[in-house]
């Protein structure tokens, strides 16, 4: 792999800042996007001065108009003339350019608006979706995918994106686990976002909005300070250590209180401790949401937090816990004034936040040059150079699950039967949130397959997924067995092999796509047991946006390989793989159940005393399951190589509290082929003041080894690694032994111990 080295991906004030796979990704997609602390615009005196001259010539009424954020269906050249502060979802660069001439022209103040879109995986040249990149344990990957993605969104004229999602999660069933970097909170700006090709960052969604109850969106959270600070809170801050310009509350509530409302996360913790000087938005309708629904009307608008009686009420404590900028709602413009007139909030409460939205105006060098060459738009998206970065990012990102008798790579001479709803499909391909991706961008598993085949290749679809979404999906219609089944098995039989394209559509993950169950959908485990039976070598390619339940999947195929959605390039990236171009080399960012009844299942958890033994009864254990871990662990990842580790070896037997131990293995390519792997540091602290996980990710490399090759590899540890938070949200650094274990998985069994002294 191309290593960006890091120097541990965890909370450190670097620009490449992370805390393993989510937290490097927060920190390299700002990054790529454009992180700028700089304290001075473009071309004159210090942004602060510029920003304190401005706020002093405006009204209340401009101020308050700045701190709304409307969406393109609610946008009118009159709000663009009072002098509104954004303005998300519109892409059209030519309607961009005619309200930002209205913002600049005919408002008073000539401040120009900041336009914003939901680039998450790509803007036009749409790379995997985040869960896949995360796979990818490779820094470039997000940093690719953020550097063009910003290209082609700045080009429109948009100056915002509402990304990178950090959220850590452990439950698959929650749909949006597809955006986010899996279950470790290990890592989209460069240095300047006044850059042409470059746009303002915003990290969300502030905060554990990955953790609901049940998996379910938009669900309350409940959780310990510990925990919020150890695990959920250090991707966003690597994202503020990174420079991220923007930032936006969840909607759901942290022990009972929402994310837009929350001024322990919002000014304690992101301004107090952190430092960000950026502005928050809300996300969509979350200030409104603040407020009880009526019992009278319950479908009166948004509502349901209850920590608010009104809209008045929602504003004020909105305002005062630190949100911005409101999206969608109007109740910052509709009852600002009445609420300082009663003393409710303060007028310091607005101007800072006005002040917050126009230092990143001017950061964004809009003053300068608030519009777009609307000629050049369409030039700027699909670029060849980025199209060739989608499929490298797609390629590195897939993870061989499993490859019995070497069933993969396949035989590109040999005669090739692709079958499944997905195998022709270029709609699914650019998964959820696929930006301004069109289908007929995407190359299709069979039109991939088939242009690096030279023997005969066939499609048969077999079924039906419908792209449909609630309230008028039907689980019943997914994939039903039929009279397609019998073609399928047909065409295999007719074939030397088979590759079965099963999996989600790209309506079944992301926002709102919660699932209660996560196996396989529809009828396509059937189709599995009819090829199967044909005795004959087949490949399962996965497309999805969060784990499934595979056992009966991998207990009757010989080979599967977990695509995701792959994006643009999806064809071409995954038959680079199935014909051995590339040589797997991703890793799972999030375990894999046996069932659904074991979620959550995670590998960073703490231990019990009673810890899972399947051979005994008193312990926790489920009673149905003889296995106490997940189908497929954090971390794993086979290839068409092996791999050896050996000789680790610690610096010192011992580390001051602000000292460091270097960790450096030999890693072995004990195969045939080149490949890469992806070498794995994990610690343990095994007595401490609050338990510890039984396994906490510190640093990873990836690394392309030839056959017969060694490598070392070296990681270094210091206090940010061994510490962490207590229950007071204070960082504390321990005495005590610290095992360190080396390997391919988070199941690595190559250890050595440290003691850190007083």
């Not at 969106?217 to 994202?239: C, F, G, I, V, W």
Request: proline letters at 6%; one cysteine or more.
């Amino acid at each position: 792999m191309t290593r960006v080295r890091l120097r541990r991906h965890r909370i450190v004030n670097r620009r490449h800042a992370a805390v393993a796979v989510l937290a490097l990704t927060a920190s390299l997609l700002v990054g790529g996007l454009a992180a700028s602390n700089a304290t001075s615009a473009p071309g004159g005196p210090p942004v602060e001065a510029k920003v304190n001259a401005l706020l002093a010539k405006m009204t209340l009424e401009e101020k308050l108009e700045q701190m709304q954020l409307l969406s393109d269906g609610q946008i009118t050249e009159a709000d663009a003339q009072k002098g509104v502060g954004g303005v998300f979802s519109l892409t059209d660069p030519q309607k961009i350019n005619d309200l930002q001439h209205v913002a600049v022209d005919k408002s008073r103040l000539h401040i120009p608006i900041l336009f914003a879109f939901d680039t998450i995986h790509g803007f036009r040249t749409v790379f995997p979706i985040p869960l896949g990149e995360a796979s990818s344990f490779d820094p470039g990957v997000a940093t690719a995918d953020a550097t063009f993605g910003a290209r082609e969104t700045a080009a429109t004229g948009i100056k915002q994106v509402y990304s990178p999602m950090v959220d850590v999660s452990h439950d698959p069933r929650w749909g949006r686990i597809s955006e986010a970097a899996g279950e470790d909170p290990h890592g989209d700006q460069g240095a300047n976002y006044s850059a042409a090709d470059k746009v303002v960052a915003s990290v969300k969604h502030l905060a554990a909005y990955g953790q609901p109850e049940g998996g379910r969106e938009y669900n309350t959270t409940d959780m310990s300070t510990q925990l919020l600070y150890n695990l959920y809170l250090p991707p966003y801050k690597a994202a503020v250590d990174a420079g991220v310009g923007t930032a936006m509350c969840s909607f759901n509530a942290i022990n009972g209180v929402p994310g837009c409302a929350n001024q322990e996360t919002e000014t304690d913790i992101l301004r107090g401790q952190w430092g960000f000087d950026g502005f928050v938005e809300s996300d969509y309708t979350a200030v409104a949401e603040l407020r009880a629904c009526p019992p009278v009307n319950p479908n009166s608008g948004p509502c349901g937090h209850g920590v608010a009686a009104d809209g008045p009420q929602a504003a004020q404590l909105a305002i005062s816990a630190g949100t911005d900028m409101e999206m969608v709602s109007t109740n910052y413009v509709d009852f600002g004034r009445q609420l300082l007139a009663q003393g409710k909030i303060t007028l310091r409460e607005i101007n800072d936040a006005v002040r917050n939205i126009l230092r990143v105006k001017f950061r964004a060098g809009l003053f300068e040059h608030p519009y777009v060459d609307v000629s050049q738009a369409g030039a700027a998206q699909l670029r060849p150079d980025a199209v060739a970065a989608a499929r490298a990012a797609a390629s590195k990102s897939m993870v061989l699950l499993k490859n019995d008798n070497s069933t993969l790579p396949l035989d590109s001479t040999k005669n090739t039967a692709v079958i499944g709803p997905l195998g022709d499909d270029q709609h699914d391909m650019l998964g959820p949130w696929w930006g301004t991706g069109r289908p007929e961008d995407a190359v299709s598993l069979y039109t991939g397959i088939k242009t690096q085949s030279t023997g005969t290749t066939t499609f048969t679809k077999a079924c039906d997924l419908p792209n449909t979404e609630p309230p008028q999906y039907n689980p019943a219609d997914d994939c039903p067995a039929g009279a397609g089944f019998d073609q399928a098995v047909a065409a295999a039989k007719s074939a030397d092999q088979v590759v079965l394209a099963l999996g989600e559509t790209r309506e079944m993950s992301g926002e709102a796509t919660s699932r209660s169950n996560i196996d396989l959908p529809g009828d396509e485990q059937q189709l599995i047991d009819r090829i199967a039976a044909l005795g004959k070598p087949f490949t399962v390619v996965l497309f999805n946006g969060r784990p499934l339940t595979l056992t009966d999947v991998a207990a009757k195929s010989p080979a599967i390989l977990e695509a995701w959605f792959p994006g643009v390039q999806a064809g071409n990236a995954v038959a680079d793989v199935l014909f051995g171009k590339v040589n797997p080399g991703g890793k799972l960012p999030v375990s894999f159940p046996v069932n659904i009844g074991q979620v959550p299942i995670y590998y960073n958890h703490e231990p019990t005393g009673r810890p899972c033994d399947i051979t005994s009864k008193y312990n926790s254990r489920y009673r149905d399951l003889n296995t106490c871990d997940p189908l497929y662990s954090f971390g794993y990842g086979l290839s068409y190589t092996t791999f050896s580790f050996s000789n680790l070896q610690l610096s010192s037997a011992t580390m001051s509290q602000r000292g460091s131990v270097k960790a450096r293995v030999n890693v072995t390519n004990t195969g045939s082929r080149a490949g890469d792997e992806v070498v794995q540091l994990y610690i343990h602290d095994p007595v401490a003041s609050i338990s510890q996980p039984v396994r906490r990710l510190r640093d990873f490399d990836r690394v392309t080894l030839q056959p017969g090759q060694t490598k070392t590899v070296s990681f270094t540890l210091d206090r940010n690694d061994v510490g962490f938070y207590d229950n007071m949200g204070k960082f504390v650094v321990e005495p005590g032994q610290i095992d360190v274990y080396v390997g391919d998985s988070s199941q690595a069994t190559m250890t050595k111990s440290f003691t850190v002294s007083r």
